[in-house]
């Protein structure tokens, strides 16, 4: 089964799926007001987010702390970047960017 990078208004969504209209399926289920804006399939099954990219690459384990937040906060994002702030002193953007990496993940 291929993957598909999917883009939305708001999400970019990581998916398997038979074809691109199955691929469209996955995102108009999750996310039904969600306007689709790109829909690619990927060469490879494998999926690579680089954490220098996404501002997180440091010794500590971001997405271990990360996911704890997210767990101590039962999943409320808001929550869980202030938890995380407090936790390792990051600044609010690069909190917010490191729990909605774990989110997407699936914590």
């Given amino acids: 089964m291929p993957l598909y990078e999917v883009e939305s208004d708001s999400h970019i969504i990581i998916t398997w799926a038979d074809d691109d209209q199955a691929a469209r399926q996955v995102v108009l289920e999750a996310y039904p007001g969600e306007h689709i804006i790109r829909l690619t399939k990927r060469p490879r099954n494998t999926w690579v987010i680089s954490k220098g990219v996404l501002g ?51 914590w």
């Fill in 56 to 106: 997180i690459a440091s010794r500590m384990d971001v997405c271990s702390i990360a996911r704890e937040c997210l767990s101590k906060s039962a999943g409320d994002k808001i929550h869980a970047i202030r938890l995380y702030m407090h936790e390792t002193g990051s600044d609010l953007e690069r909190a917010r960017r490191v729990i909605e990496s774990n989110m997407v993940m699936g």
